[in-house]
Structure formats: C-alpha cells, structure tokens
C-alpha cells in the first residue's frame, strides 16, 4: 500500500478514469487491455494525478460497456488475467497511484450465475428472491408489474419463459434488459459485494467508484411512477421516485464503510448519484462514502452565475456533513466537455451526435473547456478527469450509425445515439496505425481521422498545449494546495468569476470581452494569450499570485 501515512489523501485527489476500452491496447487486436493501461500509466503519474479510477474490466457480455458483469472477481479474457490485473495495480503503486476499481450494485449480466440459477429454479424460489421478479398485471399477467422505464429507453420489465415453455414472471431491470436488477432486501446479496469488496481490498485496490449507487433499494411494493427521470434525479412535490434514493441505501453504505475501514491506507468509496448537491451530501456523510460526484455540476451550461449558485449550494451542503466537494467535468457516459461547451444552447449530455446534427464549434469548446477545467482544479475538493480531455479531445460527433454499440441506440429505436462518441480509443501518437492506441488500424469504435493532432506526443513539449496546461495546473494545485484551501468570492462583473484561495486569485472570464485583470503573477493561464497586457480575454481563466500591496 501507498501514502498510508497521507491523512484524507481522498479529500483533495485528483483522480483520472481510464475506460480500459479506450485507452490503450497491448495485444493489438483493436480493443484496449490492462497491460496496455499498465504500458501507459507513466502518463497518468506524470500528469499529476493522485489515483487512477478503472471502468469495468470484469467478464462481461458487452451489452452495456462492461456495466453487465457477469462474474465480479475475474477479468475478461478481452482484457487480460488476474494476473495482469495484479501487475497494474503493483505498477500503479510504483508510480505513486492509487487504484479505484469499479463496484457495480445495483444489476448484473442476465449471464451471471445468480441470475442464470434464478431463471432455472422458477417463481417463488430463494433464487429468484435475490432479484425482483413479479408476476405481471392483467388477465394473464400479460402485463409489466409497474409503470416503470428503462433509463435505456422502453418499459423496465421483461417477461421470462418458464421451463416449461409458458410465458411466467416479469424481471426488473433499470437499464437494459441484460442487466436483472439486484435485490437488496435480501441478505445474500449483501453478502455476495462484501465478498466482492474483500476480493479486490486484499489484491491492494484504494477504493471503489460505485455505479448507480443511489438505485440499489427500490420502494417496499415497488410503486408505479408516471414521471420521467432523467439527468439529475429531483423529487416531485417533495417524494423521490421510488427507484432512486432510497432510505435503505445508507445501510448499506455504512456496511461497506465497515469492511473498507478494516484495511489499512484509507480505502475510499466514490458514489455515482444524479442527484442535487444536498441530497448528494447525504451519502459522504462521516460512516458513508468518501466523495459524491456533483453531477449537477458537471450539468451547468456555460454561465458563471450558475456556475457560481452550484459552487455555493455545493459548498454549504457538503461542509455541513464535513465531506469534500467532488468536482467533474466529464466522463464516459457524457459527451466531452471540449465539444459540449462548443454550442451555446441546452446540450443532452448522454444522447450523442451523428453525423447529420448540428455540430458544436470546436475552437470556441476547447477554448472554454480549458477555462473551465482551470476553475473547476482551483476549487477546494477532489476532481475526477476523464482520460483524454487533457489532450483536448473533442467528441467524436461523426461516427457511422452502423458502428455504435451504445444500447440506447437500439432501444429507441434509432432516436438517441448515445455515449460513444465520448468512448473513442485515444490517440498517443500522430501517426501509426489507430494514432499509437493500438498495432491494428481496426479499432472496436473507429477513430475520427483527426485524432492525430491531438495525440500525446504532439502535445508532451508544446508550452501551449492542452496537455501542458493540465500539467502545469495539477502541479500549481498540489503545491499551492488549491484542494485543501478556501473560497471566498470577490467583486467582478456579472459574466466573471473571481474567488481567492489562499495566496491564489482565480479569475475566470465567462463572456467574450475582455475584463480587467488584478495585478499579479500569472501563475496558470487557459491559454496563452488569456491574461495579455492585465485583462483577461472572453472564455479564458488564470490564477493569480496577487501582490500584496500592504
């Protein structure tokens, strides 16, 4: 184990996600793989990240990106052995990285043994009492158990066929029909993650990013819903949907709590929850999880006052349970920051772009993702980066309909595109076959055909890069100590943002004139020529070491 001497190293980490898929492939056959993560972790350490966070790499069918996992304490053969799994986390302690893996609760592949055993033992069985199987509504149960949605589009219901050919009971399943929600009113599952946590503890992992952590306990009598839910999960007239945010998902998170305090060097635990910032804090309080990511956060659109009301609520809610605040931009289920802050209207941030839809101004979305990634890292808190933005990349808004493998695509029926263009394989090299991801040119999603400009080693000595900013801005936050510090906002104009941090002004400009600039040392700017003769250009940001004039 590393750092076991830091003290709450999870409260100002900087922690990077790798989609194994995407990041790098050792045996060239066009799908990445953990020795391939492991090859590239060099670029993660010198980046200055504190952890690197791993999606799914357990066996899986696919038919949800690795969310369906069929077996939770094995890696998929597509991606390598234990043994290589075992190696990486031993390489990223080497490196100084933390290891969080990912826990998913809250459903499993329809191929996983559990669920396989429930489907053969029948209605009424123990088996079938660790999932939530119903009988249906109507004459002949013709009908799903509830009103309930899949968040992948259609009912959240499917009918089974009995062993005897007849049609039988219906499965939940929040998201795709591949994926048999658990259930946690049984005591087995419980047992089944906290042998799963203690597999993965004992192999030397720091923590667990939990999916969908906010959905694992449903409403006693599963009640019908008419409401949509999408995005940040809200209540109406003062009641949560029955499936999200249950009472009964703080036991659970104090169980885990329990086991992960055990082992030595502050394991933590990460939740993934829609959910506002104050509902949000209720799960990092002291015996919960470690951090909550602030999705409503991430959700903003391009405005410094609303920028500013999430970081005070944020904030508020969060001192008042004593957590840290945990900062995102974007991830593997979004579409990158770089290309969504290139529209200047709503954005939907999970249902992807084709080819034919208006497309987003790629100059003026980098420009302002990098302003904002600077304000988001001189926040007090923890921050999560999502592999690739540090070269800028842009979403990949021109893939071929034919080639996506986001469900959603299927399930509404050709509507919603969906999250792969976010999940493309990176490029580390300008040129090569796959821009350096891979020694095969057929990639698992193909990459756009230039991806090559944004490649690693194009932008590693370039002072003006994308990737040298995000060096420059990491190191400056670890050696000023941004995360651990304060925020008190200060005078500006209504599309500027200004708060200082200890010895640091940060000064984010959100309109596209020019503003006056405090005088002061240029610690860290967006871009290069953001702070030129003391004002600060439109859709840039800087930190500051503002003299003291007393």
């Not at 949000?280 to 410094?304: C, G, K, T």
């Amino acid at each position: 184990m590393i750092h076991s001497e830091e003290h709450d190293w999870w409260r100002t980490a900087v922690i990077y996600q790798v989609y194994p898929r995407s990041f790098a492939d050792a045996d060239g056959d066009g799908t990445g793989d953990l020795r391939g993560i492991t090859g590239r972790l060099d670029h993660v350490a010198e980046l200055g990240a504190d952890a690197v966070w791993l999606s799914p790499f357990y066996p899986s069918p696919q038919a949800d990106g690795g969310y369906d996992v069929a077996d939770y304490r094995a890696v998929d053969p597509m991606y390598g052995t234990l043994a290589d799994a075992d190696a990486l986390i031993d390489r990223a302690h080497e490196l100084q990285l933390r290891v969080i893996v990912d826990l998913v609760p809250n459903h499993c592949s329809d191929r996983h043994e559990r669920f396989v055993a429930a489907l053969a033992a029948g209605p009424g069985s123990p088996e079938r009492g660790m999932f939530h199987f119903r009988d249906g509504r109507g004459v002949d149960g013709e009908l799903p158990p509830n009103d309930w949605t899949s968040m992948f589009e259609g009912p959240a219901w499917t009918r089974v066929t009995e062993s005897d050919g007849t049609p039988g009971q219906w499965y939940l399943h929040l998201f795709a029909p591949e994926q048999p929600d658990w259930n946690w009113d049984d005591e087995r599952v419980h047992a089944e993650f906290a042998t799963t946590l203690r597999f993965w503890l004992d192999r030397g992992v720091d923590g667990f990013r939990v999916d969908v952590c906010d959905a694992i306990v449903k409403a006693p009598g599963l009640p019908d819903w008419p409401h949509t839910t999408h995005g940040v999960v809200e209540p109406v007239e003062g009641v949560m949907p029955p499936m999200w945010d249950q009472e009964g998902i703080h036991d659970v998170f104090r169980e885990w709590r329990r086991i992960l305090d055990e082992y030595d060097g502050q394991r933590i635990l990460c939740a993934e929850a829609w959910l506002p910032p104050e509902r949000a804090a209720r799960i990092v309080r002291s015996d919960e999880m470690h951090q909550a990511f602030n999705f409503a956060y991430l959700s903003l659109p391009w405005d410094a006052s609303a920028v500013r009301e999430n970081v005070d609520v944020s904030l508020r809610a969060n001192d008042a349970v004593g957590a840290p605040t945990t900062w995102v931009l974007s991830s593997h289920d979004v579409m990158r920051h770089a290309s969504r802050y290139g529209y200047d209207g709503p954005v939907e941030l999970e249902a992807g772009v084709g080819a034919d839809d208006p497309q987003p101004d790629r100059a003026l979305g980098l420009r302002r993702a990098r302003a904002a990634t600077l304000l988001m890292l001189g926040l007090p808190g923890s921050a999560y980066l999502y592999q690739g933005e540090e070269l800028g990349l842009p979403e990949a808004t021109a893939l071929p309909d034919a080639v996506r493998q986001d469900p959603i695509w299927e399930r509404s029926g050709h509507r919603v595109r969906g999250r792969d263009g976010c999940r493309v394989p990176l490029p580390w090299t300008a040129d090569g076959p796959s821009f350096g991801f891979s020694s095969s040119a057929d990639t698992w999603l193909p990459q756009p055909t230039d991806f090559g400009s944004y490649a690693a080693d194009l932008q590693r000595d370039d002072d003006d890069s994308t990737l040298t900013m995000y060096r420059r801005a990491l190191e400056t936050r670890r050696s000023l100590g941004l995360g651990s510090g304060s925020l008190t906002w200060l005078p500006s104009p209504d599309d500027v943002l200004t708060w200082s941090s200890g010895a640091v002004v940060v000064v984010g400009n959100f309109g596209t004139d020019p503003v006056p600039l405090p005088v002061g040392e240029v610690l860290v700017a967006s871009v290069p020529d953001a702070a030129a003769g003391g004002v600060l250009a439109g859709g840039s940001a800087v930190w500051l070491r503002v003299h003291d004039e007393g």
